[in-house]
């Protein structure tokens, strides 16, 4: 009981932020930039980001597990091999998002260049997956209300960042986090991206948590 009514605390205050976020995100009418999505909703989401490794157990992980996932993909990353993709959208439960051609820092770029690596990953995006991203991953999390500005511009919704990560950036992995509900996951497609992935899927049913798409649990949060 205790633990739940800390939950409902945590829950009420998340929402309360994001209320007050989302007022002043509306007098400016920049897009969001979300780390957790509020939900009392037993849901995670996993992201996995860049593209350049192709690992097909990673692959048979996401279309055996049924796994909804966004990918946010480097263009450069995709394009050489799109078909590994390809088949995680037409077959799985993968959405194709936004993380900018060249993954610069937004944020020390001028407008013209935000808007060369956001609208020009989009447009690059759209004509191999047929669909424009509505979701941005900043590079390094990096936003600022420009960043925000220019993603608007290229009809980016909500900027996306991750709440744990769960990428194995050295010799081992990162300790496991208790994950919570509206947590965002982020993984890479790096060489060790099926063990994170599994670790990820582990750590979300020791928490009673099932993976879940993005876009609904946004606009149902009223994120979006
Ligand atoms: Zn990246």
Same mark, same amino acid.
């Given at each position: 009981?205790?633990?739940? =009514?800390?939950?409902? @605390?945590?829950?009420?205050?998340?929402?309360?932020?994001?209320?007050?976020?989302?007022?002043?995100?509306?007098? /400016?009418?920049?897009?969001?930039?979300?780390?957790? /999505? !509020?939900?009392?909703?037993?849901?995670?989401?996993? $992201?996995?980001?860049?593209?350049?490794?192709?690992?097909?157990?990673?692959?048979?992980?996401?279309?055996?597990?049924?796994?909804?996932?966004?990918?946010?993909?480097?263009?450069?990353?995709?394009?050489?091999?799109?078909?590994?993709?390809?088949?995680? $959208?037409?077959?799985?439960? *993968?959405?194709?998002?936004?993380? $900018?051609?060249?993954? !610069?820092?937004?944020?020390?770029?001028?407008?013209?260049?935000?808007?060369?690596? /956001?609208?020009?990953?989009?447009?690059?995006?759209?004509?191999?997956?047929?669909?424009?991203?509505?979701?941005?991953?900043?590079?390094?999390? @990096?936003?600022?209300?420009?960043? =925000?500005? @220019?993603?608007?511009?290229?009809? /980016?919704?909500?900027?996306?960042?991750? $709440?744990?990560?769960?990428?194995?950036?050295?010799?081992?992995?990162?300790?496991?986090?208790?994950?919570?509900?509206?947590?965002?996951?982020?993984?890479?497609?790096? !060489?060790?991206? *099926?063990?994170?992935?599994? =670790?990820?899927?582990? @750590?979300?049913?020791?928490?009673?948590?099932?993976?879940?798409?993005?876009?609904?649990?946004?606009?149902?949060?009223?994120?979006?």
């Amino acid at each position: 009981m205790g633990r739940y =009514r800390v939950l409902v @605390a945590a829950l009420a205050s998340l929402s309360l932020a994001l209320g007050a976020a989302g007022s002043a995100q509306a007098r /400016v009418g920049l897009p969001p930039v979300v780390a957790q /999505v !509020p939900t009392s909703e037993k849901v995670v989401f996993i $992201t996995v980001d860049d593209g350049w490794n192709h690992d097909p157990e990673a692959a048979r992980i996401l279309l055996e597990r049924r796994v909804p996932v966004s990918l946010f993909l480097l263009p450069g990353a995709a394009s050489y091999d799109a078909a590994y993709f390809t088949r995680l $959208t037409e077959e799985g439960r *993968a959405g194709v998002e936004n993380h $900018t051609v060249g993954h !610069p820092d937004l944020t020390t770029l001028d407008a013209a260049g935000k808007d060369a690596e /956001v609208c020009g990953a989009g447009e690059q995006l759209r004509a191999v997956f047929g669909r424009t991203p509505k979701l941005l991953r900043p590079p390094y999390g @990096a936003v600022d209300d420009e960043v =925000r500005l @220019a993603a608007k511009a290229c009809g /980016v919704k909500a900027l996306i960042t991750w $709440t744990h990560d769960f990428t194995t950036w050295g010799d081992t992995p990162p300790p496991t986090p208790r994950l919570q509900a509206g947590d965002i996951v982020l993984l890479h497609f790096t !060489p060790t991206l *099926a063990a994170d992935l599994r =670790r990820a899927l582990d @750590a979300a049913r020791a928490a009673g948590l099932k993976p879940a798409a993005l876009m609904p649990h946004l606009k149902a949060a009223g994120v979006l």
